[in-house]
């Protein structure tokens, strides 16, 4: 098959929603339909348990359970799929993020009767900012929830979304009798109680046929077509060109439990969803279908058995075609590295392959060349863009409690933020360590890996940061940046890359700073 074949056959996204939305549940689901596992259940929820904080076994089974999920390939309609697992848990929330660097699209799940959540705020918000395409899935429909409209109403305002409802949910709840299928204009019923089955599929081009009454009775045929005509009144009709570049968000209704909707969603997510797309790198945007192979790094899983020290690294391939075994250039290095052993990821199992295309994940085993954001090509000198590192929410100063071991701390440390489980930074004072994380689990990850994988032990001690910011002068030598530095030599650190971080210890404090020094950018990620 020619290159460009390849790439056709391809959609790589990520399911995004707050935990309990649905994500594991519906994720089964394509995978059955896909016949790539047999029986619900399968699929493991990666979500952290409650209390799990201070259970360390918990820590190294969600560890194996995102690497077991990390990627899920099926086939379906000879399309291939790749689901990218995206962490719910916000504490997590940045290998989310970077996750989100390697998706052509998402899909969004929604429960009905909580309606937009905190988590999916905020992952919503990073596609958007890059113009992701976004289906948006309304799960649990077999419950009482919201009203249709208002919950399209919420998705709207509270995701700044513009949406048009692709499906159209026949009552809801107890009531809840099937879904009308806008895309493919047909009624998809429930066999009565309990609603596991559809009953059938039936043809209905023109919702004032009477054969909707005797079908699901004349009250719901009614509301029905009243509800439909409004929601075409009110929202634009669907538009794929808007859709892919991430400005009109089809909505689809179902359950996934019932595996209710879930055909439908993933019928029209086959045919409407972006096959792998171009990237840009600093020096150029990269077209998949180059005949060169490119790809870059945008997930490590390190050490899952501690007598190995071997890595994982997750490579998105973006254009070409990725063999194995052939040596290929490690920009950040410059060196060359070939790869006997490349995995290919399918529903629950990985694979060596020889041959991977655009859209494709390859796992590469590493002994340590590999950081997240580098990028791999067949000679050129690019560097791929897009995995910023965010503003943490937590800082602590981390101190050597073995003084015997402080060698295998430091390998510890450096190895586990290239993985990207926090970010370091340096006082510029007194080159004093501090971690930073998104989440306060972070802490007790580290802790218990460095102890456990690298022989290392580490304490802990409070610092009371509100945020880092990434500075940018205007000029380095003017007087104003001079100033900035000697007044808030104390606060100033830098983060792995050299980059200079501000470190705020009060959202008032920020803000009079700013004033302070307006020729100063304060950037929230490294990525300006
Ligand atoms: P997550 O990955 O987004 O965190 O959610 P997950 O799929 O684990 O689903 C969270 C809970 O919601 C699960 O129940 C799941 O069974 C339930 N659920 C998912 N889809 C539907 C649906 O369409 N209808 C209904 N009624 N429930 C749904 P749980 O009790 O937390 O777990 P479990 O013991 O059932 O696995």
């Known amino acids: 098959?020619?290159?460009?074949?390849?790439?056709?056959?391809?959609?790589?996204?990520?399911?995004?929603?707050?935990?309990?939305?649905?994500?594991?549940?519906?994720?089964?689901?394509?995978?059955?339909?896909?016949?790539?596992?047999?029986?619900?259940?399968?699929?493991?929820?990666?979500?952290?348990?409650?209390g799990a904080t201070s259970d360390f076994m918990e820590i190294e089974r969600q560890r194996g359970i995102s690497v077991a999920t990390s990627v899920l390939g099926f086939e379906y309609k000879d399309i291939k799929i790749n689901i990218l697992d995206t962490p719910g848990h916000k504490d997590f929330a940045e290998d989310t993020f970077r996750t989100l660097t390697a998706v052509d699209s998402v899909i969004v799940v929604i429960d009905v009767a909580k309606g937009v959540e905190e988590q999916t705020e905020k992952l919503v918000e990073v596609c958007r900012m890059r113009n992701i395409p976004m289906i948006v899935f309304i799960n649990k429909l077999d419950r009482e929830g919201k009203d249709a409209f208002d919950l399209l109403d919420e998705i709207e305002q509270k995701l700044n979304l513009k949406v048009t409802p692709l499906s159209y949910p026949i009552g809801m709840g107890y009531d809840f009798k099937g879904i009308y299928n806008i895309w493919e204009q047909n009624v998809n019923l429930f066999t009565g109680d309990p609603r596991k089955d559809i009953e059938e599929t039936i043809e209905i081009t023109d919702l004032n046929t009477p054969d909707l009454d005797e079908l699901i009775g004349s009250d719901a045929a009614n509301n029905l077509r009243e509800e439909v005509e409004l929601a075409q009144g009110v929202y634009p009709e669907f538009d794929q060109k808007a859709y892919k570049?991430?400005?009109?968000?089809?909505?689809?209704?179902?359950?996934?439990?019932?595996?209710?909707?879930?055909?439908?969603?993933?019928?029209?997510?086959?045919?409407?969803?972006?096959?792998?797309?171009?990237?840009?790198?600093?020096?150029?945007?990269?077209?998949?279908?180059?005949?060169?192979?490119?790809?870059?790094?945008?997930?490590?899983?390190?050490?899952?058995?501690?007598?190995?020290?071997?890595?994982?690294?997750?490579?998105?391939?973006?254009?070409?075609?990725?063999?194995?075994?052939?040596?290929?250039?490690?920009?950040?290095?410059?060196?060359?590295?070939?790869?006997?052993?490349?995995?290919?990821?399918?529903a629950e199992k990985k694979e060596i392959v020889d041959v991977s295309y655009p859209g494709d994940i390859v796992g590469l085993h590493d002994t340590g060349n590999f950081k997240i954001g580098d990028t791999l090509t067949e000679g050129e000198e690019i560097n791929y863009r897009g995995i910023p590192s965010f503003s943490p929410e937590h800082f602590r100063y981390i101190n050597n409690a073995d003084p015997m071991k402080s060698k295998q701390l430091e390998k510890g440390i450096d190895q586990l933020m290239d993985e990207g489980v926090a970010q370091l930074f340096r006082l510029e004072l007194n080159n004093r360590k501090i971690i930073g994380t998104v989440g306060a689990l972070q802490y007790e990850v580290?802790?218990?890996?460095?102890?456990?994988?690298?022989?290392?032990?580490?304490?802990?001690?409070?610092?009371?940061?509100?945020?880092?910011?990434?500075?940018?002068?205007?000029?380095?030598?003017?007087?104003e940046f001079k100033d900035f530095k000697r007044v808030k030599a104390k606060f100033l650190a830098k983060d792995k890359r050299g980059q200079l971080v501000f470190l705020a210890d009060s959202q008032f404090s920020l803000q009079m700073t700013q004033q302070k020094y307006p020729s100063i950018k304060f950037h929230f990620t490294s990525e300006f």
């Open 1 to 50: 098959m020619k290159l460009k074949d390849e790439i056709n056959k391809r959609r790589t996204f990520g399911i995004v929603s707050h935990p309990d939305a649905g994500k594991t549940t519906l994720t089964e689901k394509l995978l059955l339909f896909g016949g790539a596992i047999q029986e619900a259940g399968a699929v493991k929820s990666n979500k952290v348990k409650k």
């Open 245 to 346: 570049e991430g400005h009109l968000q089809p909505v689809f209704f179902g359950s996934a439990l019932n595996n209710f909707g879930v055909r439908e969603l993933l019928d029209c997510f086959v045919s409407i969803a972006p096959t792998p797309l171009p990237k840009e790198s600093e020096e150029r945007t990269v077209q998949p279908t180059e005949e060169k192979f490119t790809g870059f790094v945008f997930k490590i899983h390190a050490n899952m058995d501690p007598k190995h020290r071997d890595r994982l690294a997750f490579v998105k391939i973006v254009s070409g075609k990725f063999e194995r075994n052939v040596p290929y250039l490690h920009v950040r290095h410059n060196k060359k590295l070939r790869f006997s052993s490349p995995n290919a990821f399918f």
């Open 446 to 479: 580290i802790q218990y890996r460095l102890e456990h994988e690298y022989g290392a032990k580490c304490t802990y001690e409070n610092l009371n940061v509100h945020k880092a910011c990434w500075i940018e002068p205007e000029d380095e030598k003017s007087e």
